[in-house]
Protein backbone atom coordinates (compact mmCIF):
# COMPACT_ATOMS: atom_id res chain seq x y z
CA UNK A 1 0.00 0.00 0.00
CA UNK A 2 1.75 3.56 -0.86
CA UNK A 3 1.61 6.39 1.53
CA UNK A 4 -1.64 7.95 0.42
CA UNK A 5 -3.27 4.41 0.55
CA UNK A 6 -2.18 3.79 4.11
CA UNK A 7 -2.84 7.35 5.17
CA UNK A 8 -6.54 7.23 4.27
CA UNK A 9 -6.81 3.87 5.63
CA UNK A 10 -5.48 5.33 8.58
CA UNK A 11 -8.59 7.79 8.90
CA UNK A 12 -11.23 5.23 7.93
CA UNK A 13 -9.77 3.34 11.07
CA UNK A 14 -9.20 5.66 13.43
CA UNK A 15 -11.37 5.72 16.68
CA UNK A 16 -11.63 8.64 18.49
CA UNK A 17 -12.69 9.06 21.70
CA UNK A 18 -13.47 12.73 22.55
CA UNK A 19 -14.18 12.63 26.32
CA UNK A 20 -11.40 10.85 27.16
CA UNK A 21 -9.03 12.08 24.14
CA UNK A 22 -8.32 8.92 23.67
CA UNK A 23 -7.41 7.42 19.99
CA UNK A 24 -7.10 3.74 18.81
CA UNK A 25 -5.38 2.87 15.11
CA UNK A 26 -5.59 -0.34 13.89
CA UNK A 27 -4.47 0.90 10.34
CA UNK A 28 -1.56 -1.03 10.71
CA UNK A 29 -2.98 -5.03 10.97
CA UNK A 30 -3.45 -6.03 7.46
CA UNK A 31 -6.92 -7.19 7.44
CA UNK A 32 -9.32 -6.68 4.49
CA UNK A 33 -13.28 -5.36 4.20
CA UNK A 34 -13.86 -9.18 2.97
CA UNK A 35 -12.61 -10.32 6.63
CA UNK A 36 -14.34 -7.31 8.46
CA UNK A 37 -17.53 -8.48 6.90
CA UNK A 38 -16.77 -12.46 7.78
CA UNK A 39 -16.93 -11.58 11.16
CA UNK A 40 -20.33 -9.65 11.35
CA UNK A 41 -22.96 -11.96 12.69
CA UNK A 42 -19.69 -13.27 14.77
CA UNK A 43 -19.68 -9.61 16.44
CA UNK A 44 -23.47 -9.51 16.46
CA UNK A 45 -23.79 -12.56 18.81
CA UNK A 46 -20.81 -11.22 20.60
CA UNK A 47 -22.61 -7.96 21.52
CA UNK A 48 -25.45 -9.29 22.54
CA UNK A 49 -23.82 -11.58 25.31
CA UNK A 50 -21.81 -8.58 26.56
CA UNK A 51 -25.85 -7.02 26.85
CA UNK A 52 -27.06 -10.01 28.78
CA UNK A 53 -23.64 -10.37 31.42
CA UNK A 54 -24.12 -6.74 31.89
CA UNK A 55 -27.70 -7.39 32.72
CA UNK A 56 -26.47 -10.46 35.71
CA UNK A 57 -26.58 -13.41 33.08
CA UNK A 58 -24.50 -16.26 34.49
CA UNK A 59 -21.40 -15.37 31.92
CA UNK A 60 -19.50 -17.65 33.91
CA UNK A 61 -21.37 -20.78 33.72
CA UNK A 62 -18.89 -23.64 35.12
CA UNK A 63 -19.03 -21.16 38.51
CA UNK A 64 -22.00 -20.56 38.27
CA UNK A 65 -21.77 -16.94 39.01
CA UNK A 66 -22.80 -13.35 37.42
CA UNK A 67 -19.67 -11.48 35.94
CA UNK A 68 -20.36 -7.78 37.44
CA UNK A 69 -17.29 -5.69 36.91
CA UNK A 70 -19.19 -3.32 34.79
CA UNK A 71 -21.79 -2.47 37.90
CA UNK A 72 -18.53 -1.23 39.89
CA UNK A 73 -18.41 2.09 37.78
CA UNK A 74 -21.88 2.70 37.03
CA UNK A 75 -23.74 1.05 40.02
CA UNK A 76 -27.03 1.73 38.35
CA UNK A 77 -26.72 -1.12 36.17
CA UNK A 78 -26.24 -3.63 38.35
CA UNK A 79 -29.08 -6.41 38.66
CA UNK A 80 -30.84 -5.51 41.68
CA UNK A 81 -31.21 -2.54 44.37
CA UNK A 82 -29.32 -4.61 46.97
CA UNK A 83 -26.56 -4.43 44.78
CA UNK A 84 -26.15 -0.84 44.11
CA UNK A 85 -26.40 0.08 47.33
CA UNK A 86 -23.70 -2.74 48.23
CA UNK A 87 -21.39 -1.10 45.59
CA UNK A 88 -22.32 2.60 46.44
CA UNK A 89 -21.70 2.15 50.17
CA UNK A 90 -18.85 -0.19 49.93
CA UNK A 91 -17.43 2.50 47.65
CA UNK A 92 -18.00 5.40 50.71
CA UNK A 93 -16.77 3.38 53.24
CA UNK A 94 -13.76 2.47 51.28
CA UNK A 95 -13.37 6.85 51.31
CA UNK A 96 -14.35 7.44 54.77
CA UNK A 97 -11.45 4.63 55.72
CA UNK A 98 -8.78 6.46 53.50
CA UNK A 99 -9.88 9.59 54.43
CA UNK A 100 -9.54 8.87 58.47
CA UNK A 101 -5.93 7.18 58.09
CA UNK A 102 -4.98 10.39 55.94
CA UNK A 103 -5.99 12.44 58.58
CA UNK A 104 -5.03 10.27 61.58
CA UNK A 105 -8.53 9.44 63.16
CA UNK A 106 -7.71 6.27 62.33
CA UNK A 107 -4.08 5.30 63.95
CA UNK A 108 -1.43 3.13 65.21
CA UNK A 109 -1.40 2.50 68.73
CA UNK A 110 0.78 5.01 70.64
CA UNK A 111 1.52 6.82 66.97
CA UNK A 112 -0.33 9.52 65.20
CA UNK A 113 -0.51 8.45 61.72
CA UNK A 114 0.04 5.94 59.06
CA UNK A 115 3.00 5.83 56.88
CA UNK A 116 3.27 2.85 55.00
CA UNK A 117 1.22 0.21 54.00
CA UNK A 118 2.01 -3.29 52.76
CA UNK A 119 -0.56 -4.87 50.60
CA UNK A 120 -0.55 -8.78 50.63
CA UNK A 121 -2.20 -10.45 48.27
CA UNK A 122 -1.51 -12.30 44.34
CA UNK A 123 -2.92 -12.65 41.12
CA UNK A 124 -5.79 -10.06 40.38
CA UNK A 125 -5.52 -8.94 43.79
CA UNK A 126 -1.76 -7.66 43.39
CA UNK A 127 -1.40 -7.34 39.83
CA UNK A 128 -4.14 -4.16 39.41
CA UNK A 129 -2.95 -2.32 42.34
CA UNK A 130 0.44 -2.46 41.39
CA UNK A 131 -0.42 -1.46 38.17
CA UNK A 132 -2.18 0.99 39.35
CA UNK A 133 0.70 2.12 42.22
CA UNK A 134 3.38 2.70 39.19
CA UNK A 135 1.37 4.83 37.30
CA UNK A 136 -0.45 6.68 39.33
CA UNK A 137 1.09 7.28 42.68
CA UNK A 138 2.15 10.70 43.55
CA UNK A 139 5.21 11.46 44.37
CA UNK A 140 5.25 12.18 47.76
CA UNK A 141 2.28 9.84 48.57
CA UNK A 142 0.53 10.14 51.88
CA UNK A 143 1.54 6.43 52.31
CA UNK A 144 4.08 4.28 50.88
CA UNK A 145 3.14 0.75 49.52
CA UNK A 146 5.40 -1.77 49.66
CA UNK A 147 4.05 -5.57 47.79
CA UNK A 148 4.50 -9.28 49.14
CA UNK A 149 2.71 -10.93 46.08
CA UNK A 150 4.60 -14.22 46.71
CA UNK A 151 5.63 -16.71 49.02
CA UNK A 152 8.97 -16.02 48.54
CA UNK A 153 10.70 -15.82 51.86
CA UNK A 154 13.40 -13.99 50.66
CA UNK A 155 11.21 -11.76 48.80
CA UNK A 156 9.05 -11.07 52.34
CA UNK A 157 12.35 -10.36 54.08
CA UNK A 158 13.36 -7.75 51.35
CA UNK A 159 9.96 -5.93 51.57
CA UNK A 160 10.25 -5.82 55.49
CA UNK A 161 14.08 -4.66 55.13
CA UNK A 162 12.89 -1.69 53.02
CA UNK A 163 10.17 -0.76 55.37
CA UNK A 164 11.57 1.59 58.06
CA UNK A 165 8.75 1.44 60.98
CA UNK A 166 6.48 -1.26 61.22
CA UNK A 167 4.86 0.56 63.75
CA UNK A 168 3.83 2.90 61.55
CA UNK A 169 2.61 0.59 58.56
CA UNK A 170 -0.99 -0.91 57.75
CA UNK A 171 -1.03 -3.88 56.39
CA UNK A 172 -3.81 -4.72 53.61
CA UNK A 173 -4.25 -8.92 53.37
CA UNK A 174 -6.40 -8.64 50.18
CA UNK A 175 -7.75 -12.47 48.78
CA UNK A 176 -10.69 -12.63 47.04
CA UNK A 177 -11.23 -16.26 48.29
CA UNK A 178 -9.54 -15.97 51.52
CA UNK A 179 -8.04 -19.13 50.72
CA UNK A 180 -5.35 -18.59 48.43
CA UNK A 181 -1.89 -20.06 49.92
CA UNK A 182 0.70 -17.68 49.00
CA UNK A 183 -1.36 -14.01 50.64
CA UNK A 184 -1.96 -16.47 53.76
CA UNK A 185 1.65 -17.83 54.04
CA UNK A 186 2.90 -13.88 53.68
CA UNK A 187 0.56 -12.45 56.49
CA UNK A 188 0.91 -14.92 58.89
CA UNK A 189 5.23 -14.01 58.23
CA UNK A 190 4.48 -10.47 58.39
CA UNK A 191 2.15 -11.00 61.62
CA UNK A 192 4.94 -12.78 63.33
CA UNK A 193 7.43 -9.51 62.14
CA UNK A 194 4.65 -7.71 63.76
CA UNK A 195 5.00 -9.77 67.00
CA UNK A 196 8.35 -9.83 67.20
CA UNK A 197 8.42 -5.95 68.05
CA UNK A 198 5.81 -6.92 70.22
CA UNK A 199 2.95 -4.76 67.89
CA UNK A 200 -0.30 -6.02 68.17
CA UNK A 201 -0.80 -6.84 64.29
CA UNK A 202 -4.63 -6.55 64.77
CA UNK A 203 -4.72 -2.86 65.61
CA UNK A 204 -2.61 -2.57 61.94
CA UNK A 205 -4.71 -5.24 60.04
CA UNK A 206 -7.33 -4.64 57.28
CA UNK A 207 -8.99 -6.98 55.26
CA UNK A 208 -10.38 -6.95 51.50
CA UNK A 209 -12.23 -10.47 50.83
CA UNK A 210 -15.47 -12.49 50.33
CA UNK A 211 -17.90 -12.55 53.29
CA UNK A 212 -17.22 -15.45 55.48
CA UNK A 213 -13.69 -16.41 53.44
CA UNK A 214 -11.42 -18.30 55.93
CA UNK A 215 -9.25 -14.45 55.82
CA UNK A 216 -12.68 -12.89 57.56
CA UNK A 217 -13.06 -14.98 59.90
CA UNK A 218 -9.74 -14.63 60.71
CA UNK A 219 -10.21 -10.77 60.78
CA UNK A 220 -13.70 -11.20 62.75
CA UNK A 221 -11.93 -13.03 65.34
CA UNK A 222 -9.02 -11.27 65.76
CA UNK A 223 -10.50 -8.09 65.58
CA UNK A 224 -8.56 -6.31 62.91
CA UNK A 225 -9.02 -2.66 62.02
CA UNK A 226 -11.47 -3.02 59.76
CA UNK A 227 -12.97 -5.48 56.11
CA UNK A 228 -13.96 -4.51 53.19
CA UNK A 229 -16.12 -6.42 51.52
CA UNK A 230 -15.09 -8.17 47.92
CA UNK A 231 -17.79 -9.72 45.53
CA UNK A 232 -18.24 -13.10 43.54
CA UNK A 233 -19.37 -11.40 41.12
CA UNK A 234 -16.50 -9.92 40.40
CA UNK A 235 -13.66 -11.87 38.78
CA UNK A 236 -9.60 -11.61 40.35
CA UNK A 237 -8.23 -10.32 37.02
CA UNK A 238 -11.29 -7.35 36.48
CA UNK A 239 -10.89 -6.32 40.31
CA UNK A 240 -8.75 -3.02 39.70
CA UNK A 241 -12.22 -0.77 40.64
CA UNK A 242 -13.43 -2.70 43.08
CA UNK A 243 -11.96 -2.95 46.68
CA UNK A 244 -9.07 -4.87 45.79
CA UNK A 245 -7.87 -2.76 43.34
CA UNK A 246 -9.69 1.15 44.75
CA UNK A 247 -8.41 0.77 48.94
CA UNK A 248 -4.44 0.61 47.87
CA UNK A 249 -5.15 3.46 45.28
CA UNK A 250 -7.26 5.51 47.78
CA UNK A 251 -4.77 5.18 50.66
CA UNK A 252 -1.88 6.37 48.44
CA UNK A 253 -4.00 9.48 47.42
CA UNK A 254 -4.66 8.57 44.11
CA UNK A 255 -8.10 9.94 43.04
CA UNK A 256 -10.16 6.82 42.58
CA UNK A 257 -13.18 8.64 41.65
CA UNK A 258 -11.63 9.89 38.78
CA UNK A 259 -10.45 6.29 37.84
CA UNK A 260 -13.89 4.96 38.03
CA UNK A 261 -15.09 8.03 35.97
CA UNK A 262 -12.84 6.91 32.87
CA UNK A 263 -13.79 3.04 32.95
CA UNK A 264 -17.36 4.19 33.16
CA UNK A 265 -16.40 6.53 30.07
CA UNK A 266 -15.15 3.56 28.23
CA UNK A 267 -17.88 1.55 29.10
CA UNK A 268 -19.73 3.72 27.92
CA UNK A 269 -17.99 3.80 24.29
CA UNK A 270 -17.62 -0.02 24.11
CA UNK A 271 -21.18 -0.93 24.66
CA UNK A 272 -21.88 0.55 21.45
CA UNK A 273 -22.95 -2.51 19.00
CA UNK A 274 -21.24 -0.67 16.04
CA UNK A 275 -17.86 -2.50 15.55
CA UNK A 276 -16.37 1.08 13.91
CA UNK A 277 -17.76 2.81 16.91
CA UNK A 278 -16.32 0.62 19.42
CA UNK A 279 -12.52 0.75 20.17
CA UNK A 280 -13.28 -2.75 22.23
CA UNK A 281 -15.23 -4.35 19.39
CA UNK A 282 -11.75 -2.99 17.12
CA UNK A 283 -9.20 -4.48 19.74
CA UNK A 284 -11.31 -7.37 19.15
CA UNK A 285 -11.10 -7.70 15.40
CA UNK A 286 -7.52 -7.29 15.08
CA UNK A 287 -6.63 -9.39 17.78
CA UNK A 288 -8.72 -12.26 15.99
CA UNK A 289 -7.53 -11.00 12.35
CA UNK A 290 -3.73 -11.37 13.79
CA UNK A 291 -4.41 -14.84 15.34
CA UNK A 292 -6.50 -16.14 12.74
CA UNK A 293 -8.87 -16.61 15.66
CA UNK A 294 -6.50 -19.22 17.79
CA UNK A 295 -4.24 -16.85 19.21
CA UNK A 296 -1.64 -17.77 16.34
CA UNK A 297 0.19 -14.53 17.30
CA UNK A 298 1.44 -13.16 20.38
CA UNK A 299 0.39 -9.53 21.86
CA UNK A 300 3.43 -7.86 22.80
CA UNK A 301 2.45 -4.51 24.46
CA UNK A 302 4.94 -1.39 24.58
CA UNK A 303 3.80 1.50 26.43
CA UNK A 304 6.66 4.47 25.45
CA UNK A 305 5.98 5.58 29.10
CA UNK A 306 8.24 4.19 32.14
CA UNK A 307 4.49 5.13 34.40
CA UNK A 308 3.08 2.10 32.57
CA UNK A 309 5.61 -0.17 33.17
CA UNK A 310 3.61 -2.76 34.36
CA UNK A 311 0.64 -2.29 32.10
CA UNK A 312 2.27 -5.27 29.71
CA UNK A 313 2.40 -7.76 33.28
CA UNK A 314 -1.51 -6.61 34.33
CA UNK A 315 -2.42 -7.37 30.98
CA UNK A 316 -0.85 -11.19 31.13
CA UNK A 317 -3.31 -12.13 33.78
CA UNK A 318 -6.24 -10.22 32.41
CA UNK A 319 -5.92 -11.65 28.59
CA UNK A 320 -3.68 -15.16 29.24
CA UNK A 321 -6.18 -16.49 32.58
CA UNK A 322 -9.51 -15.23 30.26
CA UNK A 323 -8.65 -16.34 27.47
CA UNK A 324 -6.27 -19.40 27.94
CA UNK A 325 -8.60 -22.29 27.36
CA UNK A 326 -8.48 -25.56 26.85
CA UNK A 327 -12.27 -25.95 25.83
CA UNK A 328 -14.59 -23.70 24.21
CA UNK A 329 -18.61 -23.48 25.55
CA UNK A 330 -19.44 -26.81 23.84
CA UNK A 331 -17.05 -28.51 25.21
CA UNK A 332 -15.09 -29.11 22.65
CA UNK A 333 -11.13 -28.96 22.90
CA UNK A 334 -9.82 -25.72 21.25
CA UNK A 335 -6.51 -24.74 23.31
CA UNK A 336 -7.25 -21.04 23.25
CA UNK A 337 -5.37 -18.36 24.53
CA UNK A 338 -2.99 -15.27 23.36
CA UNK A 339 0.21 -14.94 25.32
CA UNK A 340 1.07 -11.18 26.13
CA UNK A 341 4.01 -9.68 27.06
CA UNK A 342 6.19 -6.43 27.07
CA UNK A 343 7.91 -3.58 29.10
CA UNK A 344 8.17 -0.50 27.76
CA UNK A 345 9.39 1.81 24.83
CA UNK A 346 12.14 3.00 23.91
CA UNK A 347 14.26 0.64 26.64
CA UNK A 348 12.88 -2.50 25.24
CA UNK A 349 14.08 -1.26 21.50
CA UNK A 350 17.87 -2.05 22.57
CA UNK A 351 16.61 -5.79 24.12
CA UNK A 352 14.35 -8.20 22.09
CA UNK A 353 12.88 -5.17 19.24
CA UNK A 354 15.20 -6.93 16.95
CA UNK A 355 13.66 -10.24 16.84
CA UNK A 356 10.13 -8.70 16.78
CA UNK A 357 11.83 -6.06 13.00
CA UNK A 358 13.92 -8.93 11.93
CA UNK A 359 12.79 -12.70 13.41
CA UNK A 360 10.34 -15.29 13.57
CA UNK A 361 7.10 -13.07 12.97
CA UNK A 362 5.02 -14.77 15.23
CA UNK A 363 3.46 -11.56 17.13
CA UNK A 364 1.77 -7.98 16.47
CA UNK A 365 2.82 -5.45 18.85
CA UNK A 366 0.71 -2.86 20.64
CA UNK A 367 2.38 0.62 20.91
CA UNK A 368 0.92 3.02 24.09
CA UNK A 369 1.49 6.72 22.90
CA UNK A 370 1.08 9.33 25.37
CA UNK A 371 0.86 12.85 23.76
CA UNK A 372 2.08 15.07 27.30
CA UNK A 373 5.98 14.18 27.82
CA UNK A 374 6.03 15.91 31.00
CA UNK A 375 3.84 18.48 32.98
CA UNK A 376 6.31 20.84 32.44
CA UNK A 377 8.30 22.25 30.07
CA UNK A 378 11.45 20.50 28.51
CA UNK A 379 14.98 21.71 28.05
CA UNK A 380 16.06 21.42 25.07
CA UNK A 381 18.41 18.02 24.14
CA UNK A 382 19.40 18.90 20.76
CA UNK A 383 18.34 22.27 19.19
CA UNK A 384 14.34 22.45 19.20
CA UNK A 385 14.76 18.66 20.11
CA UNK A 386 13.59 17.09 23.43
CA UNK A 387 14.20 13.69 25.04
CA UNK A 388 10.47 13.40 24.59
CA UNK A 389 10.50 14.28 21.04
CA UNK A 390 12.78 11.14 20.85
CA UNK A 391 10.78 9.09 22.91
CA UNK A 392 7.74 9.87 20.20
CA UNK A 393 10.12 9.75 17.50
CA UNK A 394 11.49 5.89 18.96
CA UNK A 395 7.72 4.97 18.70
CA UNK A 396 6.52 6.43 15.34
CA UNK A 397 10.32 4.61 13.92
CA UNK A 398 9.43 1.22 15.59
CA UNK A 399 5.89 1.32 14.19
CA UNK A 400 6.72 2.07 10.83
CA UNK A 401 10.12 -0.48 10.90
CA UNK A 402 7.44 -2.74 11.84
CA UNK A 403 5.23 -2.32 9.53
CA UNK A 404 8.02 -2.13 6.42
CA UNK A 405 9.06 -5.92 7.33
CA UNK A 406 5.08 -7.15 7.33
CA UNK A 407 4.72 -7.08 11.50
CA UNK A 408 1.44 -5.49 12.43
CA UNK A 409 0.56 -3.00 15.23
CA UNK A 410 -1.96 -1.14 16.70
CA UNK A 411 -1.31 1.89 18.42
CA UNK A 412 -3.59 3.35 21.55
CA UNK A 413 -2.57 7.48 22.36
CA UNK A 414 -3.84 8.90 25.88
CA UNK A 415 -3.28 12.58 26.11
CA UNK A 416 -2.22 11.95 29.50
CA UNK A 417 -1.22 9.42 31.92
CA UNK A 418 -3.51 10.10 34.59
CA UNK A 419 -6.55 8.33 36.72
CA UNK A 420 -8.88 8.62 34.21
CA UNK A 421 -7.26 7.01 31.25
CA UNK A 422 -5.65 4.43 33.35
CA UNK A 423 -9.57 3.83 34.59
CA UNK A 424 -10.35 3.69 30.97
CA UNK A 425 -7.49 2.18 29.42
CA UNK A 426 -8.22 -0.96 31.76
CA UNK A 427 -11.95 -1.00 30.99
CA UNK A 428 -10.80 -0.98 27.65
CA UNK A 429 -9.11 -3.95 27.45
CA UNK A 430 -11.77 -6.03 30.13
CA UNK A 431 -14.22 -5.21 27.62
CA UNK A 432 -11.69 -6.18 24.66
CA UNK A 433 -11.18 -9.60 26.61
CA UNK A 434 -14.48 -10.22 27.26
CA UNK A 435 -15.82 -9.71 23.39
CA UNK A 436 -12.64 -11.54 21.93
CA UNK A 437 -14.08 -14.63 24.06
CA UNK A 438 -17.25 -14.83 22.43
CA UNK A 439 -15.96 -14.41 19.15
CA UNK A 440 -14.06 -17.91 20.02
CA UNK A 441 -16.74 -19.07 22.02
CA UNK A 442 -15.26 -19.41 25.59
CA UNK A 443 -15.77 -18.60 29.09
CA UNK A 444 -13.60 -15.77 29.41
CA UNK A 445 -14.68 -15.64 33.70
CA UNK A 446 -12.85 -19.16 34.88
CA UNK A 447 -9.48 -20.35 35.61
CA UNK A 448 -9.75 -23.92 35.48
CA UNK A 449 -6.03 -24.77 34.94
CA UNK A 450 -5.17 -23.00 38.24
CA UNK A 451 -7.33 -25.39 39.96
CA UNK A 452 -5.42 -27.97 38.93
CA UNK A 453 -2.08 -26.38 39.84
CA UNK A 454 -2.92 -25.29 43.43
CA UNK A 455 -4.27 -29.18 43.95
CA UNK A 456 -0.88 -30.65 42.67
CA UNK A 457 1.41 -28.03 45.14
CA UNK A 458 -1.25 -29.67 47.80
CA UNK A 459 -0.40 -32.92 47.39
CA UNK A 460 3.66 -32.46 47.30
CA UNK A 461 2.91 -30.39 50.51
CA UNK A 462 1.25 -33.72 51.99
CA UNK A 463 3.78 -35.68 50.71
CA UNK A 464 6.68 -33.69 52.34
CA UNK A 465 4.41 -34.53 55.78
CA UNK A 466 4.23 -37.92 54.56
CA UNK A 467 8.22 -38.54 54.51
CA UNK A 468 9.61 -36.50 57.20
CA UNK A 469 7.16 -38.49 59.18
CA UNK A 470 8.61 -41.73 57.56
CA UNK A 471 12.40 -40.61 58.44
CA UNK A 472 11.55 -39.97 61.66
CA UNK A 473 9.87 -43.63 62.43
CA UNK A 474 13.03 -45.16 61.09
CA UNK A 475 15.36 -43.24 62.29
CA UNK A 476 18.60 -44.79 60.21
CA UNK A 477 19.47 -44.17 56.53
CA UNK A 478 17.13 -44.70 53.85
CA UNK A 479 17.69 -44.94 49.90
CA UNK A 480 14.67 -42.36 48.37
CA UNK A 481 13.24 -45.36 46.74
CA UNK A 482 12.86 -46.86 50.03
CA UNK A 483 11.45 -43.79 51.63
CA UNK A 484 9.20 -43.21 48.95
CA UNK A 485 7.93 -47.29 49.38
CA UNK A 486 7.35 -46.61 53.03
CA UNK A 487 5.55 -43.42 52.72
CA UNK A 488 3.13 -45.32 50.23
CA UNK A 489 4.03 -43.27 46.98
CA UNK A 490 7.02 -45.09 45.27
CA UNK A 491 5.86 -43.51 41.97
CA UNK A 492 5.79 -40.17 43.48
CA UNK A 493 9.93 -40.83 43.98
CA UNK A 494 11.28 -38.25 41.80
CA UNK A 495 9.09 -35.66 43.59
CA UNK A 496 10.50 -36.99 46.83
CA UNK A 497 13.82 -36.43 45.95
CA UNK A 498 13.22 -33.04 45.27
CA UNK A 499 11.12 -32.29 48.59
CA UNK A 500 14.23 -34.01 50.64
CA UNK A 501 16.93 -32.10 48.41
CA UNK A 502 14.87 -28.66 49.35
CA UNK A 503 14.98 -29.63 53.09
CA UNK A 504 18.25 -30.35 52.82
CA UNK A 505 19.41 -26.87 51.17
CA UNK A 506 17.33 -25.28 54.22
CA UNK A 507 19.15 -26.68 56.81
CA UNK A 508 16.07 -28.90 57.95
CA UNK A 509 17.54 -32.05 59.59
CA UNK A 510 18.06 -33.89 56.37
CA UNK A 511 21.03 -35.34 55.72
CA UNK A 512 22.49 -36.70 52.23
CA UNK A 513 25.34 -39.07 51.84
CA UNK A 514 26.55 -40.14 48.66
CA UNK A 515 27.02 -39.11 45.38
CA UNK A 516 25.07 -35.44 44.83
CA UNK A 517 24.98 -36.45 40.71
CA UNK A 518 23.29 -39.62 41.06
CA UNK A 519 20.69 -39.39 43.44
CA UNK A 520 19.46 -42.91 42.98
CA UNK A 521 23.22 -43.24 45.10
CA UNK A 522 22.01 -41.16 47.97
CA UNK A 523 20.67 -42.44 51.84
CA UNK A 524 18.87 -39.84 53.84
CA UNK A 525 18.57 -39.59 57.29
CA UNK A 526 17.04 -36.94 60.02
CA UNK A 527 20.48 -35.41 61.69
O1 LIG B 1 -7.79 -13.01 45.47
P1 LIG B 1 -7.53 -14.45 45.60
O2 LIG B 1 -8.77 -15.25 45.87
O3 LIG B 1 -6.46 -14.71 46.65
O4 LIG B 1 -6.98 -14.98 44.25
C1 LIG B 1 -5.78 -14.56 43.70
C2 LIG B 1 -5.58 -15.12 42.31
O5 LIG B 1 -5.35 -16.49 42.38
C3 LIG B 1 -6.19 -17.41 41.74
O6 LIG B 1 -5.54 -18.63 41.72
C4 LIG B 1 -6.64 -17.01 40.35
O7 LIG B 1 -6.01 -17.69 39.34
C5 LIG B 1 -6.53 -15.54 40.09
O8 LIG B 1 -7.51 -15.19 39.17
C6 LIG B 1 -6.68 -14.76 41.35
O9 LIG B 1 -6.64 -13.40 41.06
Redesign the pocket.
Known sequence: MDAKALWQRYQDWLYFHEGLGLYLDISRMRFDNAFVESLQSKFEKAFADMVALEKGAIANPDENRMVGHYWLRNPDLAPTPELTQEIVQTLEQIETFADQVHTGAIHPPKESCFTDVISI?????ALGPQFVAEALAPDSPPLNIHFIDNTDPAGIDRVLSHINNLATTLVLV???????PE?RNGMIEVKKAYAAKNLDFAKYAVAITSADSNLDKVAQSEGWLTTVPMYDWV???TSEMSSVGLVPAALQGIDIRAMLDGAKEMDDATRISNLKNNPAALLALAWYFSGNGKGEKDMVVLPYKDSLLLFSRYLQ?LVM?SLGKEQDLDGKTVYQGIAVYGNKGSTDQHAYVQQLREGVPNFFATLIEVLEDRQTPSPEIDPGVTAGDYLSGFLLGTRQALYENNRDSITVTIPQVNARTVGALIALYERAVGLYASLVNINAYH?PG?EAG?KAAATILDLQKRVVEVLQKEKKALSIAEIADKAGSPEQVEAIYKILRHLHANHRGVVFTGDLSKPASLTVSLG
Open positions: GIGGSISKSGGTPGGRQEQVK
